[in-house]
């Protein structure tokens, strides 16, 4: 298992073109912390999601100077991660901007007018969330999940690391399919045997074998032993950071 607090694009093999964040645990964070990694190496990044999500704060909006959920920057006070204002121009050597269609009722974007494969012509990166989980740390995939646009080149299969160990019915969004695919109980727990065995069936039913699987919220494990054992049953190359 392979352990980083920074260099994901690095560790994750982010290639240009589009990747798509999927699974559970931490995919906005994931979303925001490699657009910025890759603008701070100089590529032109674009953020968007496949379902829905929270904007991005500090970053210009749809071709626009307009920031979401970004309070103004000013002197001697924290700014938001991201920022493209004038003082924080300075850390970027490319640019970042995210697209979508704003609902005014619930404050999330949807998808783009424009798909995400004619936005990868003008785009070095696009990034896009295309999955939901209901901020719940592991997750089960309903039959039209995930939403991967056509054209991906990188697939990010993220799993929450705070729900290991944790019941099922209180950790896992659409536990009665992660039972049927692991056969067990929502009152059990969510070993990580059980995810990844859950993990292992959608990789094969998804037909998404060359995802790259990232364990994250490491750092939230009381037992650390969980983190090896859910390696050891997934039997495949393993990430694990602790992303907030």
């Known amino acids: 298992m392979e352990t980083v607090s920074g260099n994901l694009v690095s560790a994750l093999r982010i290639e240009p073109g589009i990747t798509a964040i999927i699974g559970s645990g931490g995919k906005s964070t994931l979303l925001k912390t490699l657009g910025l990694e890759l603008m701070r190496a100089g590529g032109r990044v674009l953020l968007c999601t496949t379902t829905h999500m929270f904007p991005v704060a500090g970053v210009p909006w749809d071709g626009s100077n307009r920031r ?95 729900g290991l160990g944790k019941p099922i019915n209180e950790a896992v969004h659409r536990p009665e399919l992660f039972c049927e695919r692991c056969g067990c109980e929502p009152t059990d727990a969510a070993t990580p045997e059980r995810v990844a065995q859950v993990l292992n069936a959608e990789l094969r039913m998804l037909n998404l074998n060359n995802a790259r699987i990232m364990l994250n919220q490491v750092d939230t494990l009381a037992d650390p032993t969980m983190a090896d054992r859910f390696e050891a049953a997934i039997n495949r190359p393993l990430i694990a950071t602790s992303l907030r």
């Not at 920057?73 to 493209?84: D, E, F, I, L, N």
């Not at 404050?107 to 783009?112: C, D």
Request: glycine content about 10%; some cysteine.
């Open 68 to 162: 979401l959920d970004a309070a103004p920057w000013k002197p001697g006070a924290p700014h938001v991660p991201g920022c493209t204002c004038e003082a924080c121009a300075g850390m970027s050597r490319g640019s970042i901007c995210q697209a979508g269609i704003l609902d005014p009722e619930t404050g999330k974007l949807s998808a783009p007018a424009e798909p995400p494969n004619e936005l990868a012509q003008r785009f070095d990166y696009v990034l896009a969330e295309a999955d939901g989980s209901k901020r719940l740390p592991l997750k089960a995939h309903a039959p039209w999940e995930p939403v991967v646009p056509a054209g991906t080149v990188n697939v990010i299969w993220l799993i929450g690391a705070s």
